[in-house]
């Protein structure tokens, strides 16, 4: 939890998420929208922590890009286990 930043972490949710979803991005493929947020994540951490730009900004850049998508798939599966309980009358 170190490396994660959470401004970095939010605003990859939520390009992510347009990603996913927006019409005007369905030539990007699912699969590359981990990369996507990997570049974005660094690309903002650099923003944020520039001139004292170090290994760990990269770094925590990267790794708050990647821990957006897992943190969405997370989101999914829960809110779609819960909606799947309520259809089957559990």
């Not at 790794?63 to 909606?83: C, H, P, V, W």
């Amino acid at each position: 939890m170190d490396y994660v930043n959470l401004v970095t972490l939010g605003i990859c949710l939520c390009v992510g998420f347009a990603l996913k979803y927006a019409k005007l991005f369905e030539w990007l493929g699912n699969q590359y929208i981990p990369l996507a947020m990997l570049i974005l994540g660094t690309a903002i951490n650099l923003m944020i922590n520039w001139p004292d730009v170090e290994a760990q900004v990269i770094l925590g850049g990267m790794i708050s890009g990647l821990a957006s998508t897992g943190f969405y798939e997370m989101l999914r599966n829960m809110l779609q286990k819960d909606g799947k309980r309520e259809e089957k009358g559990e």
